[in-house]
């Protein structure tokens, strides 16, 4: 690992107009990500969770700049890369390649596998001759059969459609892949061969993965760090194990209890904690913070201050002013992390 | 960090996987060469298909015909001869300006118009000229409709809008109406577009008029499919590789459009060759003396009671070559249907 990180998000802020009337004025905003601050070093695995419209989506196609954003900046190997045109982004983009969820539409069915492989082998210079054995061995990288070479995408199946997407991301030879849920659409068994797969070429290839889910178990396993969002904002962020064994912000918790457990003996036994309700309108967050109508643990604070991102012990994260899972010693050697939204308080959780 | 998948666990994500669902269809057959394979089996498709090539072929040897068996060119006036039928010599056109009908002899084997002019020569010259409008039409309508269609449905927003309403004030008009208004005023000052300049009485007056006439009615349904295609994820997959917004027109978006574009061709094809026959019969279209079913059914129509072969002649080739564009479409419509998967055979 480097000192500088591979990518660095620094209060990102993706606000999406509302348009009203005949003029299409922007009347109001979308926060779909709001102050979101993250850093991702080389060849580690972020995994970003959190329930439908909570902007995880959003945060990744922004990084892969097919969003703009409206704020902060994104950072590449420290090269500014939040505005930069097609042209100046021309290397980076290669280096930083996407992963979509869909793998049916993410392929274009008028174009065979091997022609859907060579603009992106063309663009890094391969020469036309080429293309042919280099597009086989990307083929054969991702576990599938060369001589699909010549197959439309509507020939194969889900599983082996998103190899191919994998492969396609491949052909740049990028360092970072941002995966928008790319096993959500597939079948249990294929998950598990696609994160399989996934994890064996981040060994061979030194990559790193922003790996986008709302599956916390998928999330549990490919993950190095995990940040969880809520409503456009990052609530936790912290080590993959830890997240599981110790949430420190109510979501989390939530999150983690909505996991079904196979076993119903198991199940029974266990408490949920139910979070009720809806999440609020993007367009008119709450104020404070923005799980207070929802929490149960939510006092007057909550509704008033937006609670700073809190660093406990091992880089466990959390922006709550009534923290979980923490002891009295842990809060009071916690301090205010300097990834915290701008708008947040200087207020630290009480021990 | 291994997880433990119910099925497939024998795979570590190398090799093929498990349960590898077979083609649904021959491997690597692309679209057309499966509608090909439809079309192929459709036996009324393809005779159709035929009787409009045949057409077309003989309207291409016109000239050997005028030159080596009718012996007259389309122009020719032949008005104070008289011919042998059988045994008896008769004019031409009679005293009473009534022309001879078909003769079923080399010259005027169909008899001669008005003017003393041999029909069957002047529909295969006719025949030429409304196939060459008809044809270079449908060329214009698809290449303005499919770069208005792309960039208006790619770009969306004010360039959407100032092209959208372009199309809406071609299409506000009735196409003949407007076709007949250009017609008449470009018939006689032609066309001045800077480096293109076309003369009045030039074919390619009626072809441009049709052509342009006709873009809205390809543009509006491309539009409307680049609309949905820009927002698939495979643009959102070239765009992260770094391909230019031309790059993803015509690289990505263009091929998903060419089975509507293929289909659209014959109907337009059909279309223009009936719209330069209107023009043409109500003398907006190919000016005289020039040939085309459309003038020769004009000029003929004074004669309906006495020479109905005149009109006659021309119309019923001018139906012939429709219906067999006609019926063409609609095959190669089928053959794309994607409803009419079930026929598919290996």
Redesign the interface.
């Known amino acids: 690992m480097s000192d500088t990180p591979l990518l660095e998000v620094e209060h990102l802020e993706v606000l999406f107009p509302v348009r009203r009337g005949l003029l299409g004025r922007a009347v109001e905003h979308v926060h779909a990500v709001d102050d979101v601050t993250v850093a991702l070093s080389e060849g580690e695995t972020l995994g970003v969770v959190g329930e439908s419209g909570c902007g995880k989506t959003t945060l990744i196609r922004c990084l892969a700049r097919l969003v703009e954003s409206t704020g902060g900046t994104i950072r590449f190997r420290g090269q500014d890369i939040t505005r930069a045109g097609r042209r100046e982004l021309g290397g980076v983009r290669a280096e930083l390649q996407m992963v979509f969820q869909d793998p049916q539409a993410s392929l274009n069915p008028r174009k065979r596998v091997v022609q859907i492989l060579a603009t992106p082998l063309r663009r890094r210079g391969v020469t036309r001759a080429d293309v042919q054995t280099k597009a086989r061995e990307l083929l054969e990288r991702v576990g599938l059969n060369p001589e699909y070479l010549n197959r439309y995408p509507h020939e194969f199946s889900g599983g082996q459609r998103q190899r191919v997407g994998i492969a396609r991301a491949l052909a740049l030879q990028p360092r970072l892949i941002l995966l928008d849920e790319p096993v959500s659409a597939l079948d249990v068994s294929i998950q598990a061969q696609v994160i399989n797969l996934l994890d064996e070429l981040q060994d061979e290839l030194g990559l790193s993965y922003v790996f986008v889910a709302h599956d916390l178990s998928v999330v549990r396993h490919v993950s190095d760090r995990i940040a969880v969002m809520y409503l456009g904002k990052i609530v936790e962020v912290s080590p993959a194990e830890e997240l599981y064994t110790k949430p420190i912000h109510p979501y989390t918790g939530a999150l983690l209890s909505a996991i079904p457990i196979p076993d119903p003996r198991e199940n029974h036994t266990r408490t949920r904690v139910v979070v009720q309700g809806e999440p609020p309108n993007p367009v008119a967050p709450p104020p404070g913070c923005r799980f207070h109508t929802r929490c149960q643990f939510a006092s007057e604070i909550c509704s008033r201050v937006e609670p700073p991102q809190v660093e406990y012990a091992r880089g466990h994260m959390a922006a709550c002013h009534h923290p979980r899972n923490v002891s009295a010693q842990e809060i009071s050697s916690a301090f205010r992390s300097e990834t915290s939204p701008r708008s947040a308080g200087q207020e630290l959780p009480a021990p | ?9 024998e ?11 077979g ?3 021959a ?5 057309y060469q499966l509608a090909w394979r439809r079309l192929r089996r459709n036996r009324v498709a393809l005779a159709f298909g035929g009787l409009f090539v045949a057409i077309v072929v003989m309207c291409l040897l016109a000239p050997v015909y005028a030159q080596d068996i009718a012996h007259t060119s389309p122009d020719a006036n032949h008005i104070t001869e008289t011919i042998k039928v059988g045994s008896k010599s008769e004019e031409v056109v009679s005293a009473a300006g009534i022309p001879i009908g078909p003769t079923w002899h080399a010259r005027f084997f169909l008899g001669a118009d008005q003017n003393g002019r041999d029909v069957a020569v002047r529909l295969l010259y006719g025949g030429r000229n409304s196939l060459f409008i008809g044809a270079v039409a449908t060329l214009i309508t698809m290449l303005l409709a499919v770069m208005v269609g792309l960039v208006s449905g790619y770009f969306r927003g004010p360039i959407d809008g100032v092209l959208s309403r372009l199309m809406d004030v071609i299409w506000a008009y009735p196409a003949l109406l407007l076709g007949v208004a250009l017609g008449v005023v470009l018939a006689v000052s032609g066309l001045n577009l800077g480096l293109f300049q076309i003369q009045g009485n030039s074919l390619l007056v009626p072809a441009v008029i049709v052509g342009v006439v006709y873009v809205p009615y390809v543009a509006k349904p491309l539009r409307g499919q680049v609309l949905g295609l820009r927002e ?3 643009i ?9 917004h031309v790059q993803i027109m015509l ?2 978006v263009l ?2 459009l ?1 089975s509507t574009i293929v289909v659209l061709v014959p109907l337009m094809l059909a279309n223009s060759i009936l719209l330069e026959a209107s023009l043409s019969f109500l003398g907006a279209g190919v000016q005289p003396p020039n040939p085309s079913w459309g003038t020769m059914i004009g000029d003929g129509i004074r004669f309906i009671p006495a020479a109905i072969h005149t009109t006659l002649v021309p119309g019923i080739m001018l139906m012939l070559t429709v219906l067999g564009v006609n019926v063409l479409g609609d095959g190669v419509r089928d053959a794309f249907d994607p409803r009419a998967r079930i026929r598919v055979e290996r």
């Open positions: 960090m291994a997880i433990e998948p119910a099925i497939g666990s795979l570590p994500g190398g090799g093929l996987p498990a349960g590898f669902e083609p649904v269809v491997p690597g057959l692309g679209p698939k994820e495979f959102d997959a070239s765009r992260a590789q770094g391909l230019g690289g990505e091929p998903n060419a």
